[in-house]
Protein backbone atom coordinates (compact mmCIF):
# COMPACT_ATOMS: atom_id res chain seq x y z
CA UNK A 1 0.00 0.00 0.00
CA UNK A 2 0.95 3.65 -0.63
CA UNK A 3 2.34 6.27 1.45
CA UNK A 4 0.66 9.18 2.76
CA UNK A 5 1.64 12.35 4.64
CA UNK A 6 -0.68 14.48 6.88
CA UNK A 7 0.40 17.39 9.32
CA UNK A 8 1.34 16.12 12.74
CA UNK A 9 -1.48 17.97 14.01
CA UNK A 10 -4.10 20.80 13.93
CA UNK A 11 -6.16 23.21 15.51
CA UNK A 12 -9.91 24.07 15.54
CA UNK A 13 -13.02 26.04 17.40
CA UNK A 14 -15.87 23.85 18.16
CA UNK A 15 -18.19 24.70 15.82
CA UNK A 16 -16.09 25.56 12.67
CA UNK A 17 -15.15 23.13 9.68
CA UNK A 18 -12.30 21.61 9.89
CA UNK A 19 -10.08 20.48 6.92
CA UNK A 20 -7.78 17.65 7.32
CA UNK A 21 -5.50 17.19 3.83
CA UNK A 22 -3.71 14.19 2.69
CA UNK A 23 -0.95 14.12 0.41
CA UNK A 24 -0.64 10.29 -1.69
CA UNK A 25 1.50 11.23 -4.65
CA UNK A 26 2.04 7.38 -5.08
CA UNK A 27 -1.15 6.51 -5.28
CA UNK A 28 -2.17 3.60 -7.96
CA UNK A 29 -5.57 3.21 -9.80
CA UNK A 30 -7.33 0.72 -7.94
CA UNK A 31 -6.20 2.38 -4.17
CA UNK A 32 -8.80 3.41 -1.99
CA UNK A 33 -8.66 6.36 0.45
CA UNK A 34 -9.74 5.53 3.60
CA UNK A 35 -9.68 8.05 6.80
CA UNK A 36 -10.04 5.97 10.06
CA UNK A 37 -9.38 8.57 13.42
CA UNK A 38 -9.00 6.94 17.23
CA UNK A 39 -10.23 8.94 19.74
CA UNK A 40 -8.21 9.05 23.47
CA UNK A 41 -8.10 5.61 24.94
CA UNK A 42 -9.97 3.82 22.31
CA UNK A 43 -9.50 2.19 18.90
CA UNK A 44 -9.38 3.46 15.44
CA UNK A 45 -12.83 3.86 14.18
CA UNK A 46 -13.99 3.76 10.44
CA UNK A 47 -14.94 7.66 8.96
CA UNK A 48 -15.12 7.49 5.43
CA UNK A 49 -13.69 5.89 2.07
CA UNK A 50 -13.81 6.64 -1.31
CA UNK A 51 -11.82 6.30 -4.96
CA UNK A 52 -12.33 8.87 -7.40
CA UNK A 53 -15.47 11.03 -6.53
CA UNK A 54 -16.66 13.01 -3.24
CA UNK A 55 -18.17 11.17 -0.57
CA UNK A 56 -20.48 12.40 1.96
CA UNK A 57 -21.98 10.42 5.11
CA UNK A 58 -23.06 10.91 8.42
CA UNK A 59 -19.86 11.73 10.18
CA UNK A 60 -17.87 13.31 7.39
CA UNK A 61 -17.23 14.33 3.82
CA UNK A 62 -14.03 13.44 1.83
CA UNK A 63 -13.14 15.55 -1.47
CA UNK A 64 -10.67 13.76 -3.93
CA UNK A 65 -8.68 16.05 -6.01
CA UNK A 66 -8.88 15.47 -9.98
CA UNK A 67 -5.16 13.50 -9.58
CA UNK A 68 -5.92 11.87 -6.34
CA UNK A 69 -2.70 12.82 -5.30
CA UNK A 70 -4.39 14.26 -2.26
CA UNK A 71 -7.55 13.92 -0.12
CA UNK A 72 -9.04 16.76 2.19
CA UNK A 73 -11.22 14.87 5.02
CA UNK A 74 -14.03 17.69 5.85
CA UNK A 75 -15.44 17.73 9.19
CA UNK A 76 -18.53 20.12 8.58
CA UNK A 77 -18.65 21.23 12.70
CA UNK A 78 -16.26 20.20 14.26
CA UNK A 79 -17.36 19.41 18.27
CA UNK A 80 -15.45 18.48 21.23
CA UNK A 81 -15.80 14.73 20.70
CA UNK A 82 -14.04 14.82 17.49
CA UNK A 83 -10.74 15.46 19.05
CA UNK A 84 -8.82 12.98 17.89
CA UNK A 85 -6.06 11.30 15.69
CA UNK A 86 -7.44 11.09 12.16
CA UNK A 87 -5.19 8.83 9.73
CA UNK A 88 -5.72 8.87 6.03
CA UNK A 89 -4.53 5.18 4.85
CA UNK A 90 -4.85 3.60 0.90
CA UNK A 91 -5.93 -0.10 0.26
CA UNK A 92 -5.33 -1.39 -2.55
CA UNK A 93 -7.16 -3.75 -4.89
CA UNK A 94 -4.67 -6.77 -4.44
CA UNK A 95 -4.36 -6.25 -0.36
CA UNK A 96 -5.16 -8.65 2.34
CA UNK A 97 -6.76 -5.83 4.31
CA UNK A 98 -4.61 -5.29 6.98
CA UNK A 99 -4.67 -1.34 7.78
CA UNK A 100 -0.85 0.59 7.52
CA UNK A 101 -1.01 3.28 9.83
CA UNK A 102 1.02 6.27 9.51
CA UNK A 103 1.19 8.81 12.02
CA UNK A 104 -1.97 10.52 11.43
CA UNK A 105 -2.86 14.10 12.55
CA UNK A 106 -3.75 14.92 15.74
CA UNK A 107 -6.93 16.92 16.14
CA UNK A 108 -7.33 19.42 18.91
CA UNK A 109 -10.69 21.53 18.86
CA UNK A 110 -10.72 24.37 21.45
CA UNK A 111 -14.43 25.17 22.96
CA UNK B 1 -24.97 -4.33 18.48
CA UNK B 2 -22.30 -5.48 20.38
CA UNK B 3 -18.96 -4.50 18.46
CA UNK B 4 -15.26 -6.24 18.87
CA UNK B 5 -14.55 -6.94 22.61
CA UNK B 6 -11.19 -7.58 23.88
CA UNK B 7 -9.96 -8.66 27.27
CA UNK B 8 -8.24 -7.53 29.66
CA UNK B 9 -8.48 -4.21 29.44
CA UNK B 10 -5.41 -3.84 31.17
CA UNK B 11 -2.62 -6.05 31.92
CA UNK B 12 0.25 -6.03 34.16
CA UNK B 13 3.32 -8.54 34.09
CA UNK B 14 6.46 -8.86 35.31
CA UNK B 15 9.29 -9.67 32.41
CA UNK B 16 9.65 -13.20 31.73
CA UNK B 17 5.88 -14.47 32.11
CA UNK B 18 3.42 -15.41 29.50
CA UNK B 19 0.46 -13.48 28.90
CA UNK B 20 -2.76 -14.02 26.76
CA UNK B 21 -5.18 -11.61 25.39
CA UNK B 22 -8.40 -12.26 23.95
CA UNK B 23 -10.21 -10.90 21.00
CA UNK B 24 -14.06 -11.21 20.55
CA UNK B 25 -14.96 -10.29 16.81
CA UNK B 26 -18.04 -9.12 15.37
CA UNK B 27 -20.58 -12.35 15.04
CA UNK B 28 -20.12 -13.49 11.44
CA UNK B 29 -17.22 -11.67 10.70
CA UNK B 30 -14.80 -13.53 8.54
CA UNK B 31 -11.75 -11.33 8.80
CA UNK B 32 -9.74 -10.56 11.95
CA UNK B 33 -6.29 -8.87 12.74
CA UNK B 34 -4.20 -7.78 15.54
CA UNK B 35 -1.98 -4.56 15.40
CA UNK B 36 0.53 -3.43 18.56
CA UNK B 37 0.35 0.42 18.88
CA UNK B 38 3.52 1.90 20.83
CA UNK B 39 2.85 5.06 23.03
CA UNK B 40 2.42 7.78 20.29
CA UNK B 41 2.65 5.85 17.26
CA UNK B 42 -0.09 4.48 14.48
CA UNK B 43 -1.19 0.70 15.50
CA UNK B 44 1.31 -1.76 13.15
CA UNK B 45 0.09 -5.18 11.54
CA UNK B 46 0.72 -8.15 13.95
CA UNK B 47 -1.35 -11.07 11.95
CA UNK B 48 -4.24 -11.46 10.32
CA UNK B 49 -6.77 -14.84 10.27
CA UNK B 50 -9.52 -15.42 8.04
CA UNK B 51 -12.12 -18.18 9.33
CA UNK B 52 -9.91 -20.24 11.38
CA UNK B 53 -6.54 -20.26 9.30
CA UNK B 54 -3.66 -17.81 9.94
CA UNK B 55 -2.85 -16.47 6.20
CA UNK B 56 -0.11 -13.91 7.93
CA UNK B 57 1.60 -13.92 10.78
CA UNK B 58 4.32 -11.65 8.63
CA UNK B 59 4.01 -8.85 11.66
CA UNK B 60 4.57 -10.55 14.44
CA UNK B 61 7.76 -9.39 16.18
CA UNK B 62 9.26 -12.60 17.25
CA UNK B 63 8.69 -16.19 17.47
CA UNK B 64 7.37 -15.36 21.45
CA UNK B 65 4.30 -14.12 19.72
CA UNK B 66 1.98 -16.26 18.81
CA UNK B 67 -1.85 -16.19 17.89
CA UNK B 68 -4.60 -18.63 16.84
CA UNK B 69 -8.08 -18.60 15.90
CA UNK B 70 -9.15 -22.21 16.59
CA UNK B 71 -13.08 -22.39 15.44
CA UNK B 72 -12.85 -19.28 13.57
CA UNK B 73 -14.33 -16.48 15.96
CA UNK B 74 -12.82 -15.95 19.28
CA UNK B 75 -8.95 -15.11 19.16
CA UNK B 76 -6.42 -15.14 21.12
CA UNK B 77 -3.29 -13.46 21.32
CA UNK B 78 -0.07 -15.43 23.02
CA UNK B 79 3.11 -13.68 24.46
CA UNK B 80 5.92 -15.66 25.96
CA UNK B 81 8.22 -14.69 28.05
CA UNK B 82 7.08 -11.21 28.12
CA UNK B 83 10.28 -8.27 27.44
CA UNK B 84 9.90 -4.72 28.28
CA UNK B 85 9.50 -3.25 24.76
CA UNK B 86 6.42 -6.30 24.27
CA UNK B 87 4.22 -3.11 26.58
CA UNK B 88 1.97 -1.49 24.56
CA UNK B 89 -1.63 -1.39 23.44
CA UNK B 90 -3.12 -4.78 21.54
CA UNK B 91 -5.77 -3.90 19.14
CA UNK B 92 -7.83 -6.43 17.13
CA UNK B 93 -9.89 -6.32 14.36
CA UNK B 94 -12.37 -7.48 12.63
CA UNK B 95 -14.48 -7.44 9.21
CA UNK B 96 -17.20 -9.08 7.22
CA UNK B 97 -15.25 -10.59 4.43
CA UNK B 98 -11.86 -10.75 3.67
CA UNK B 99 -9.59 -8.95 1.23
CA UNK B 100 -12.23 -6.25 0.37
CA UNK B 101 -10.84 -3.00 -0.20
CA UNK B 102 -14.42 -1.44 0.80
CA UNK B 103 -14.97 -3.20 3.98
CA UNK B 104 -14.31 -0.81 7.15
CA UNK B 105 -12.06 -2.43 9.89
CA UNK B 106 -14.02 -2.82 13.21
CA UNK B 107 -11.84 -2.05 16.18
CA UNK B 108 -11.87 -2.60 19.94
CA UNK B 109 -10.54 -0.61 22.52
CA UNK B 110 -7.26 -2.57 22.89
CA UNK B 111 -5.44 -4.07 26.06
CA UNK B 112 -2.87 -2.21 27.57
CA UNK B 113 0.07 -4.40 28.43
CA UNK B 114 2.59 -3.30 30.53
CA UNK B 115 5.82 -5.45 31.16
CA UNK B 116 7.61 -4.44 34.47
Known amino acids: DAKTTQPNSMESNEEEPVHLPCNHS???????IHWYRQLPSQGPEYVIH???SNVNNRMASLAIAEDRKSSTLILHRATLRDAAVYYC????????????FGKGTKLSVKP | GAGVSQSPRYKVAKRGQDVALRCDPI?????LFWYQQALGQGPEFLTY????????KSGLPSDRFFAERPEGSVSTLKIQRTQQEDSAVYLC??????????????FGDGTRLSIL
Open chain 2, 93 to 106: ASSLAQGLVNQPQH
Open chain 1, 26 to 32: TISGTDY
Open chain 1, 50 to 52: GLT
Open chain 1, 89 to 100: ILRGGGSQGNLI
Open chain 2, 27 to 31: SGHVS
Open chain 2, 49 to 56: FQNEAQLD
